[in-house]
């Protein structure tokens, strides 16, 4: 008679079934164990593929950058360069501040800055382009990895992906616009609207780390840093001050703590010291005696329909010329891989721990938002983003006219706010595509939607190589043909010539010397005569 083992009231097992360990038809259990791990070995495979295609994309845009750093070395002097040169040179760094300040712009942090930039002649100007690249690609890499990282869960961030978003942001930024050298390369562009986003990016970063520091004083002191930074661009860039004033009045108003978003006041108070620098900043730049005497030189048209009208004109075609540049879709591609890879990371926890699972009905954690106002938050910045681009198209076409708003080396104040968003939004809705495409049944959609945001990503990474190309030919032979016509100048200049030739060299759509119709009006070829110790320039 054989023995039969009783654990529990109906589960009899027989002797075969315990020395197998199983319960029932070891055959069928062990086709369902095949199954189970052919669709973790398909998972794990999905995950093992996306990595891969973020390092293409970061090595890609990497390469990119790289090449856009080295091509500082080919800076050579125009337009304003040449003002910015032989001030700098005769005046000082506090004279060139105080020529800007009574004579110029009013910008006293933009002359300020010029003037140490130019101190050592051309050396600044040609290496400025590697830090601006490295300074905004390593910001927004340290600004993703605070944000995705939770104060009680210190998990660190998927790096690939986010070193591929991160450097697709930043290429995209200089190399996909209209205006790739300007906002790169030359150097009174970029002190004006690329260097006040890489300043107000590494602000923000110290905000964060100071808003989960225990520390009191940290607080305190993010929110004086914030006044003062606010200070010091009102009167650097007035496209970017009012760019940086839309968002921090918006996220003042919406983290106040009666909305439910924060706890604490201090995000609130934080943008508010912002928006007051950056107001008192402007304002100290509107009434100086140099912005007098500018807008003098150019009376702004009174306010009518008419005007209006042809601002939103300007605006839609604005517009038109960004959305035209399918490469920007890159930004939305690189935040998917982002989410999903987060998604990924998700996927394997809960697969080793199933409670950790949030189930609909739990209560809402502390400091989490109310649904409406995060919806809110998350329709706003495309709109935020909207208005505050027309309002820099309407200071432009005051200050500029009818073609003031191709002046695409402006766009950076909002392109960069533009591309941050896309990359979050595919972020957010990678991570809900990668949860909902976790189910082991669905392998080939995963599969499907990898191949397709990768092909975007890497598409858009690829379409940047011309304009890079481009930039680079022009750069390079430019840089060349000055060489030889700068060492003549100089002989001449040497054996005692007061009058020299000077052949204009064209590049990135800036004014050179001689192109006015009248030597008296002509701005750049007079700061080219001063800078070579001459009386007068003339064409060859």
């Known amino acids: 008679m054989s023995r039969t083992t009783t654990s529990e009231p109906g589960d009899t097992r027989m002797p075969h079934d315990e020395q197998n360990g199983d319960d029932g038809d070891p055959g069928r259990d062990t086709g369902g164990a095949q199954e189970a791990g052919d669709a973790a070995g398909r998972r794990e495979g999905l995950r093992q593929v996306l990595p891969w295609i973020s390092l293409l994309v970061a090595a890609g845009a990497g390469a990119l950058l790289s090449v856009g750093a080295f091509l500082g070395v080919y800076v050579r002097p125009t337009s304003d360069d040449w003002c910015a040169l032989w001030k700098a040179r005769d005046m000082g ?117 100071a808003a989960r520091s225990d520390a009191r004083w940290a607080r305190v002191a993010a929110v004086g840093a914030a006044l003062l930074v606010g200070v010091v661009l009102g009167m650097l860039s007035e496209p970017f001050t009012l760019v940086a004033w839309v968002f921090s009045a918006t996220v003042a108003v919406l983290c106040l ?115 409406a106002l995060f919806r809110v938050a998350v329709l706003l910045p495309l709109p935020l983003i909207g208005l505050a681009s027309l309002g820099v ?54 599969a499907a939607v990898l191949v397709a945001v990768g092909t975007v990503a890497v598409g858009s990474t690829a379409a940047l190589v011309h304009p890079v190309r481009a930039l680079t030919t022009s750069t390079v032979a430019r840089s060349v043909a000055w060489d030889r016509q700068n060492a003549r100048i100089r002989d001449e200049v ?32 007079r700061c080219t005569a001063t800078y070579y110790g001459v009386n007068r320039i003339h064409r060859p």
Request: charged share 15%.
């Open 393 to 446: 198209v309407f200071g432009l076409r005051s200050g500029y006219g009818d073609t003031g708003w191709t002046y695409g080396r402006t766009w950076t104040s909002f392109l960069l706010p533009l591309l941050i968003t896309l990359c979050a939004y595919g972020a957010w809705g990678g991570r809900l595509l990668g949860r909902h495409l976790a189910s082991p049944l669905r392998p080939a959609a995963r």
């Open 93 to 209: 760094v506090l004279g060139i501040t105080s020529d800007f300040y009574r004579t110029q712009n009013g910008r006293v942090t933009n002359a300020f800055l010029t003037g140490l930039l130019y101190s050592d002649g051309m050396r600044g100007p040609k290496l400025l382009p590697a830090f601006l690249i490295l300074a905004l690609g390593t910001g927004l890499f340290l600004l993703a990895r605070t944000a995705l990282r939770a104060p009680r869960r210190p998990a660190e961030p998927p790096t690939v992906p986010l070193m591929a978003a991160a450097a697709l942001v930043t290429a995209l930024l200089f190399f996909a616009g209209t205006r790739s050298y300007q906002v790169l390369l030359w150097a009174p562009a970029t002190i004006s609207h690329t260097l006040p986003s890489v300043i107000g990016i590494w602000t923000v970063l110290g905000a964060v780390r």
């Open 494 to 525: 040497a054996a005692g010539a007061r009058e020299v030739a000077y052949r204009p060299l064209l590049i990135g759509g800036l004014t050179e010397p001689l192109f006015a119709s009248s030597y008296e009006r002509d701005w750049a070829a």
């Open 257 to 371: 703590p009666r909305f439910g978003w924060t706890r604490d006041r201090y995000v609130s108070t934080w943008c508010a010291a912002a928006c007051l620098g950056l107001l008192a900043g402007l304002v100290l730049l509107y009434t100086s005696p140099g912005a007098r005497w500018r807008r003098a030189q150019h009376p702004p048209e009174p306010l009518s329909v008419a005007g209006v009208g042809e601002t939103f004109r300007d605006w839609w075609r604005l517009w038109q010329t960004i959305g035209g540049q399918w490469a920007y879709l890159g930004a939305l591609a690189a935040g998917v891989l982002l989410g999903m890879a987060l998604a990924a990371r998700r996927e394997g926890g809960v697969a080793r721990q199933e409670s950790g699972r949030v189930r609909r009905d739990a209560p809402t954690p502390p400091g989490f938002p109310p649904r």
